[in-house]
């Protein structure tokens, strides 16, 4: 009698590890010894060699075919703060790209990871953007990030949760989709949608696609202004795609999912923390078919190499009392918790010191 289909693991999604499986299913090996592979590298597993419920012959197939590992980031250097942990991974072919880990005093963790080498939309508040577009990363280089040994072999085992927010704009690398299917699919990553989070500043096409092939995924979308003529001084893609264009389609996400999205809010002292902000902010919300689904996550602006040097911090203060008027005008708001200011965590600074200390030993790699 042939064998029910829903014992057969489906097909993994596009990438190294779709190979890989070929690579088994052709040389005739049991299907559960792909599991036991994937197992492995979500514990921490760097290397074939190290996949011990492998038989050595099977191990030895597998890295004449691949080399000693499938996993293909390298660290270059790490920033450790009291909860965070920043680490500049290398990819072979040598784009540097940062991840950080958010240790929470509950005992849990997560991890921002990045999906582009640099980033090519120029947003005025962002170190990465000043240093331009390298390439989109692969499937592998996003996933690898998430279970890499520096944190899956701590006690409590791998992030239990993944935040697109690092490097780059998420929407702007199609990869990002199949590396959701990849982190959210059973018999890989594990995770559940509602412990991933994207982060946009409103690519409207992707933003469409990810509420229809992720709609369990949260989503935050970056606002930063109200007003459409300063939102694309600080975010030059709305003038392609606007924010109530963005809105919109959120809109039919949160009445259909009925998922809470988040308004990311980074407040710059002196340019839009004005009564005038605040109140149009609040009017935006109001004016969403599901406004008790839209929370606006205050971010105190973090000055960062290569950014705007006329932005300021806003008082600490402030950025409290901004929460606390939207409060006043019927808006879920709360202030975003941050990590790591004492080790420069934010997006891209890492990065361009590296590249930075690069530029200055020139092509043969010794100093000027």
């Not at 520096?150 to 006690?155: D, G, H, N, T």
Request: positive net charge; hydrophobic residues 40%; glycine residues 8%.
């Amino acid at each position: 009698m042939p064998h029910s289909p829903r014992h057969e693991h489906p097909p993994p999604p596009p990438g190294i590890l779709a190979e890989v499986h070929a690579f088994l299913r052709g040389l005739g090996a049991p299907s559960y010894r792909y599991q036991q592979l994937v197992t492995a590298f979500q514990r921490g597993a760097q290397s074939f060699d190290e996949v011990r419920d492998l038989p050595g012959d099977l191990r030895q197939l597998l890295v004449s075919r691949f080399g000693l590992t499938v996993l293909p980031l390298e660290i270059e250097s790490v920033r450790t703060g009291a909860q965070v942990e920043k680490v500049l991974f290398r990819t072979r072919s040598g784009a540097r790209v940062e991840t950080v880990l958010s240790r929470y005093r509950a005992g849990w963790s997560s991890v921002c990871v990045s999906t582009q080498a640099g980033c090519g939309l120029a947003c005025s508040f962002c170190a990465t953007g000043a240093l331009g577009l390298e390439r989109n990363l692969s499937v592998d280089e996003i996933c690898a990030q998430v279970v890499h040994r520096r944190w899956s072999s701590e006690p409590g085992g791998a992030p239990k949760s993944v935040a697109f927010m690092g490097m780059g704009e998420a929407l702007a690398n199609p990869n990002v989709l199949t590396a959701l299917s990849v982190l959210t699919a059973k018999d890989h990553g594990g995770l559940s949608p509602r412990r991933i989070t994207v982060s946009t500043v409103g690519l409207a096409p992707a933003l469409a696609t990810l509420t229809e092939t992720h709609p369990q995924v949260t989503l935050t979308l970056s606002v930063h202004s109200p007003f459409p003529e300063q939102r694309a001084q600080l975010i030059p893609l709305e003038r392609r795609f606007p924010l109530e264009e963005n809105l919109a389609i959120l809109d039919r996400h949160v009445r259909r999912a009925r998922r809470k999205t988040y308004l990311a809010y980074l407040l710059i002292e002196g340019v839009n923390d004005s009564e005038d902000h605040l109140e149009a902010l609040a009017k935006l919300v109001h004016q969403r078919s599901r406004p008790e689904l839209f929370h606006v996550s205050v971010i105190r602006y973090n000055a960062a190499f290569g950014a705007d040097p006329s932005f300021r911090a806003p008082a600490s203060s402030k950025v409290d009392d901004f929460v606390a008027r939207l409060h006043r005008l019927g808006i879920g708001a709360t202030r975003r918790q941050q990590f790591g200011a004492d080790i420069d965590a934010a997006c891209g600074q890492l990065r361009a010191e590296s590249m930075g200390r690069l530029r200055q030993r020139g092509p043969s790699g010794d100093p000027h």
